[in-house]
């Protein structure tokens, strides 16, 4: 749908680029407001300087000017537009017991979205980074550590809690979450949590046992503690590379990263999968196979995910009916080699078969891609050398600055949207400077326009 569109004056376009970047209206005091005739300052150009001012510290994550607070604003409200991209926004819980509290106190669900927010705000991190890189991230807040849970008393030995102390390889600190508005990012190492038990029994000897939480799994976002945990899944899953897999994870991958619904592919391009004498309902027929073949081979590639906590947790359960330590994701040690890429069968063996998958979908533009995949950091650099990833970044930018959603499908002339979005995506992936792609979008007629002059197709 066409529709004519009137510039913005200089006044009301300011006001659209500082309210979206900042979340708040300017201030009447603000030095746009006080140009009478509001000829002396070009609007995009005052938010661009705003938007360069936003810059975190390479060494403490921490802005630049923690004392600006159009930088502080901006910081939060692109961070949040950046958690609004992510399908699961909080840590499903795992069972029905005090363990899931206590893992609410070690991980931030928007951790994820950190992954954006520090490209974009950090100078020299390439955007393809959020899916390639080896790294945890934390959110460092203004408020700082949760006190609010059972890790709340601080003490040299470490918080305890009943008859449980625990101890940390960084001593007296353990990284809970912080809390408040977001004032920076930081990296995160793994963390060995030590736990003694002293038990009342003195028949009984004390145990110590071991649990490492923050580990990472290679693919940035991917491998990303929170972003696996964010999935709806069991305390007690195992994967059987039939009718119990990880297609939920698979299916936010495609929707995350890449914009693509799971059914990416016609029936006769599934064909090849169908097989009538399997006893999996869905690979009987080819309507069910449109999302199965790509949700279920995609998740071959984290056959072996589960849920880990410290044997010793199960003797602190007996004895005082709660657990006391987080969960972490893991993966069981690939003690069998992998069978096919993706069985006929169930297979009560699939969760310690080496890790083997394939990325299969139709991309936007129509081609198909077909790859073996057999880790997260694989699985992160064929995304990050997809059209599609940039695609999907930029149209979700786009629809928050202009208002308008644009068809990724609908790659026809028609499609003026789609034109404009296609463009700006094969600039982000040649220059991967995310700052320049907000300034190129701020800098299009339809966004200096009352009424966008682009289809609303979606």
């Not at 604003?73 to 992510?86: P, V």
């Not at 460092?140 to 849970?149: E, F, N, Q, T």
């Not at 038990?197 to 503690?225: C, V, W």
């Not at 999996?280 to 072996?304: I, K, M, T, W």
């Amino acid at each position: 749908m066409q529709a004519s569109a009137a510039p913005l004056t200089s006044k009301a376009l300011y006001y659209k680029c500082y309210s979206q970047l900042t979340g708040v209206p300017p201030q009447n005091s603000s030095k746009f407001n006080q140009d009478p005739k509001h000829q002396s300052l070009d609007p995009i150009s005052e938010c661009r300087r705003l938007l360069n001012r936003t810059v975190l510290n390479k060494k403490t994550g921490i802005l630049e000017e923690p004392q600006n607070l159009e930088a502080n604003m901006i910081l939060n409200q692109i961070h949040e537009l950046h958690s609004s991209w992510f399908t699961n926004k909080s840590l499903h819980p795992t069972s029905d017991n005090f363990s899931d509290l206590v893992t609410k106190d070690f991980y931030d669900p928007t951790e994820p979205a950190l992954y954006f927010t520090r490209s974009l705000f950090e100078a020299g991190i390439p955007v393809s980074t959020s899916v390639t890189s080896n790294i945890q991230l934390r959110a460092l807040r203004a408020v700082g550590p949760s006190k609010l849970g059972p890790f709340s008393k601080s003490k040299c030995d470490g918080p305890s809690l009943t008859n449980v102390d625990y101890e940390s390889n960084n001593k007296c600190d353990l990284p809970l979450v912080e809390l408040g508005p977001l004032i920076g990012v930081r990296t995160q190492s793994d963390v060995q949590i030590t736990t003694k038990q002293n038990m009342s029994d003195k028949m009984s000897p004390n145990t110590t046992e071991s649990a490492t939480l923050f580990r990472h799994f290679g693919g940035g976002i991917l491998g990303a503690q929170a972003h696996l945990m964010a999935v709806p899944m069991q305390y007690d899953f195992k994967s059987d590379g039939g009718r119990v897999t990880a297609r939920v994870w698979a299916n936010s991958v495609f929707n995350d990263l890449l914009c693509l619904p799971p059914a990416s592919l016609s029936k006769k391009e599934v064909e090849k999968y169908r097989d009538l004498h399997s006893s999996l309902s869905f690979r009987n027929e080819s309507s069910c196979l449109q999302c199965h073949a790509s949700l279920d081979q995609l998740a071959g590639v984290v056959r072996g995910i589960h849920y880990v906590q410290s044997p010793l947790d199960r003797k602190i359960q007996q004895a005082h009916s709660k657990e006391v330590l987080p969960y972490s994701i893991d993966f069981y040690q690939p003690s069998l080699g992998a069978s096919e890429i993706w069985n006929s069968e169930p297979d009560k063996d699939d969760a310690y078969r080496n890790p083997r998958g394939k990325l299969l979908f139709k991309s936007h533009i129509g081609t198909i891609t077909d790859i073996e995949i057999n880790s997260l950091a694989g699985l992160g650099q064929e995304i990050a050398n997809s059209t599609d990833f940039y695609l999907c970044i930029v149209s979700r930018y786009y629809e928050y600055f202009t208002g308008n959603r644009v068809d990724l499908f609908d790659t026809s002339n028609s499609n003026i949207g789609f034109k404009t979005v296609e463009k700006i995506a094969s600039n982000l992936r040649s220059h991967q400077n995310l700052k320049k792609t907000l300034i190129e979008i701020m800098s299009l007629p339809e966004y200096k326009s009352k009424i966008s002059e682009t289809k609303n197709a979606r």
